[in-house]
């Protein structure tokens, strides 16, 4: 019986090749496009999903209730978590993590460039990354043992075996001896913690000096709690906790004039779930994602998929009052309706089987594009993933089902002698039909508006002055390889004869995000006139303000013609108001035990992401904080040449450099990575549904002109001209698309309104995209049925009025 249904559902496709191949090319389509969506959504979501004990590790971070608001820091002092461990016993594990500011390994006097971490015993029992070699018990059980992962081993030690083996990692600017004592499977992917290498805590950086220091801030924790103990449960805890150590801290902010939080605390410690950090932007380290976006990449997959749904079902209704006949003669012959469902379910099964096995080959085909495109991490691995293969058997099954079983079904509830002789009433499949038509253009208008909107502010933000010339500005990032100061010498000296180098400046923190991937900040705080001052701090060489074009308001630039410049500040607009000081030049700011001297004050400019307001920030030269940057200010004559005669002379000075340099106009660019990509798939997903939605515009348009081929016939003979008929048939098209403009407005203006609060500085939506998008779903939609109208319009009447 089921090989039966499935021959005549074959004949009647192939019998029909328009229509099949209609709904094939859009299926497959929109499978592609939702295979390729979802494998990113997934992605996203799988984030530290693969640890054995995922649902009971949390980062912990602070929380202060400022004067000017609420303030999150994840970084936290060394001594909290031996504190911790001793006030509560029954925490399962616990341990801190941080940069040992050593990323050199050096093995038989070769030196390899690798990050290595700093963390407790508990790490490894904690997290779920697998030991494939060595101490399985107490990788870290040593003061100085050392866990590789296994991509790192094999760099380091090609052939032999490394366990066991005594390396050295530079820590401090030293060289210190390590014992191989295990190796890790590497993270994957979707990890939020990446590693290299893993070394115990205390070789962390300045570790003795700070181990006892609660006001130094260095790295971040992780906790495992207890079963029968809840995220919320514990957070109440740790208040006693926070009063017991911060008590001098919460005192400091009741007189800075903070506010309480709704349970009258200043100061308290939050948990945040592990498989919650890659979308937290207070503890997320790379940079957080939001998780509306897996969310909306998974909405656009469904509305991708709907709008092609909606195609096959209008066609398949168009397609069951042609095959009128067929069904009323089976229900005389004593066909039941599960038996008509089954046919018309067969023809739509056949349909998504074909359309599946094309849009898997096209996955197959635009993955690698896809990756590069949308700078995507992806593997086909992901869809063996259980929830992916639920979701897409969940949609093929849905829309195999609706395509034929609802007209099937609508057909079946007419009377037999209606069937028979081919006249039905259609209203109800026409409100249908027009219905399902609205949605398509509802989406496609909400995906147009914000699209326009995306795209804009993406546009806002790369245009907008920064306060600073980005321009003609290339940043090299020095590395571990060669001491920074005389990096820094030996390139000012090299450099100084090359007629097209204006300027060269050291600092120890990029503008932008470099092809290093590195972004980093550096907060500090400090007592002034009894009130606490924050700001950011960064360290600078002289002529920095020469060479990012600052302006300098008041005071002076840093000198060598002055000794004790080293004791000397230059402050930003915002940080001098927040000093509270009508001229802050020559004012002293005791810093950390020292009093250091304010010089000048230079315009407030974005040193951060447009996402952030202007925020004080301090300057400083202090050799004791080393430098991480090269900026060096070329002509803008011949940029690809400038670029190449200092990187040839940065290779010469540290060939052991590993980082790109790049121009800062870039970096500020790749800052906002995430929006491009945002905008991309808003564009990309825009295109899809508006070609999809016209391919089965284009097909209803077939069925509705050929339903009224004798009205247009006789309409012609009365008269009627091309532009009459024409504007007949597009009026009606147009008139639900003006509707579905309407309802997508208001949609499209709140989801972006809320997207752009993620932005100091944003537009102000426009009335006009709104009628654009509009204006751009009518031109789409009058220009496709006018292809169909107009040749239509042009038929001989004759013909029209013979057809059956």
């Known amino acids: 019986m089921i090989r039966n249904y499935i021959k005549i559902a074959w004949r009647s496709l192939w019998k029909h090749k328009s229509f099949a191949f209609i709904n094939i090319t859009g299926m497959a389509v929109a499978f592609a496009a939702a295979i390729l969506l979802a494998l990113t959504a997934f992605y996203e979501l799988s984030f530290d999903a693969f640890h054995q004990h995922k649902n009971n590790i949390y980062q912990i971070y602070r929380e202060e209730q400022e004067a000017k608001g609420l303030e999150n820091s994840s970084s936290l002092p060394i ?21 040992n500011g050593g990323s050199v390994i050096r093995y038989q006097n070769k030196e390899f460039n690798y990050s290595v971490r700093a963390v407790d015993e508990d790490f490894l029992k904690m997290f779920s990354f697998p030991l494939v070699k060595g101490n399985a018990s107490q990788p870290l059980k040593n003061l100085n043992d050392l866990v590789l992962s296994q991509n790192t081993a094999k760099s380091i030690f090609k052939t032999e075996q490394p366990v066991g083996k005594v390396v050295e990692v530079r820590i401090n600017n030293e060289w210190r001896a390590f014992n191989v004592s295990a190796i890790v499977d590497d993270a994957p992917k979707n990890s939020s913690i990446d590693f290299d290498a893993l070394a115990r805590f205390e070789q962390f950086p300045y570790y003795e000096r700070d181990k006892n220091r609660w006001d130094s801030s260095t790295h971040i924790a992780y906790i495992q709690l207890p079963d029968h103990v809840s995220q919320n449960q514990f957070e109440q805890k740790l208040k006693q906790f926070a009063h017991q150590y911060f008590a001098d801290n919460i005192k400091r902010l009741k007189n800075d004039g903070g506010q309480p939080d709704n349970e009258g605390e200043y100061l308290r410690f939050r948990l945040v ?87 898997g080959l096209l996955v197959a085909w635009l993955l690698p594009y896809y990756q590069q495109i949308f700078n995507q991490q992806l593997s086909l691995a992901i869809l063996k993933s259980g ?25 079946s509830s007419y009377k037999i002698t209606q069937t028979v002789k081919g006249k039905i009433n259609t209203g109800r499949s026409n409100s249908m039909r027009n219905g399902l038509m609205m949605v398509q253009f509802v989406l496609s208008c909400l995906l147009i508006i914000c699209t326009t909107i995306a795209w804009q502010q993406l ?70 006139k009894g009130k606490t001052v924050k700001s950011n701090w960064r360290r600078i060489d ?23 410049d080293t004791a000397a500040v230059v402050i930003n607009q915002t940080m001098a108001s927040q000093l509270g000081v009508k001229n802050p030049v ?36 202090q050799p004791k904080w080393g430098l991480s940057y090269i900026f060096v200010r070329v002509k803008p004559d011949n940029l690809p ?15 052991k450099a590993e980082s790109a340099a790049s121009f800062l106009d870039e970096n500020v660019d790749r800052q906002y990575k995430k929006e491009d990509r945002l905008s991309k798939i808003f564009v990309s997903g825009a295109m899809l549904t508006i070609i999809i939605s016209c391919m089965g515009l284009f097909a209803i348009a077939v069925l509705v002109i050929s339903q009224r081929t004798k009205e247009l016939g006789i309409r012609k003979v009365l008269g009627a001209g091309v532009f009459t008929i024409v504007s007949l048939i597009v009026k009606d098209f147009v008139r639900l698309i003006v509707i579905s403009a309407i309802i997508a407005s208001p949609i499209a203006w709140y989801a972006m309104s809320q997207w752009l609060q993620d932005f100091a500085y944003r537009i102000t939506i426009s009335w006009w995209v709104f009628a654009f998008a509009g204006g751009i779903a009518i031109l789409i939609a009058v220009i496709t049925v006018s292809f169909q109208s107009v040749k239509a319009a042009l038929a001989n009447p004759v013909k029209s009025l013979r057809s059956e």
């Not at 066609?315 to 008509?340: D, N, P, T, Y």
């Not at 020095?478 to 050291?506: C, F, H, W």
């Not at 040449?641 to 060939?655: D, G």
């Open 79 to 99: 001594p909290l978590t031996p504190a911790l461990k001793a006030s509560f016993p029954d925490l399962v594990h616990i341990s801190r993590f941080g940069d």
């Open 273 to 359: 779930p592990l498989t919650d950090i890659h979308f937290n932007k207070i503890v997320a380290s790379a940079g957080s994602t939001n998780k509306f976006y897996p969310v909306l990449l998974l909405l656009i997959s469904v509305f991708i998929l709907f709008i092609a749904t909606v195609n096959f079902i209008n066609l398949s209704l168009g397609r069951a009052f042609i095959r009128a006949k067929e069904i009323g003669v089976r229900k005389v012959m004593g066909a039941r309706l599960a038996q008509i469902l089954t046919q018309f379910c067969s023809e739509s099964f056949i349909i998504c089987t074909f359309s599946l096995i094309l849009g």
């Open 387 to 411: 929830s992916v293969i639920c979701y897409f058997t969940a949609g093929f099954v849905s829309i195999s089902l609706l395509a034929g079983g609802y007209p099937a079904w609508l057909m």
């Open 459 to 528: 546009n806002f933000l790369r245009q907008k002055p920064l306060g600073y010339n980005k321009n003609q500005v290339i940043s090299i990032p020095i590395g571990d390889n060669i001491d920074p100061e005389r990096a820094l010498y030996l390139m000012r000296t090299q450099l100084a004869g090359k007629p097209e180098v204006v300027s060269i400046t050291g600092t120890d923190m990029n503008m932008g995000r470099g092809r290093d991937n590195s972004s980093s900040n550096s907060m500090m705080s400090f007592d002034y």
């Open 542 to 564: 002289y002529d920095y303000i020469k060479t990012l074009g600052l302006t300098l308001i008041s005071g002076r630039d840093f000198s060598k013609q002055f000794g004790n």
């Open 586 to 621: 020559g004012t002293y700011l005791p810093v950390d035990g020292e009093k250091l001297q304010v010089i000048g004050v230079v315009n407030d400019f974005n040193f951060q992401s447009l996402q952030k307001k202007i925020e004080p920030l301090t300057f400083v030269i």
């Open 641 to 655: 040449a400038s670029m190449a005669a200092v990187t040839s002379t940065w290779k010469k000075i540290n060939p």
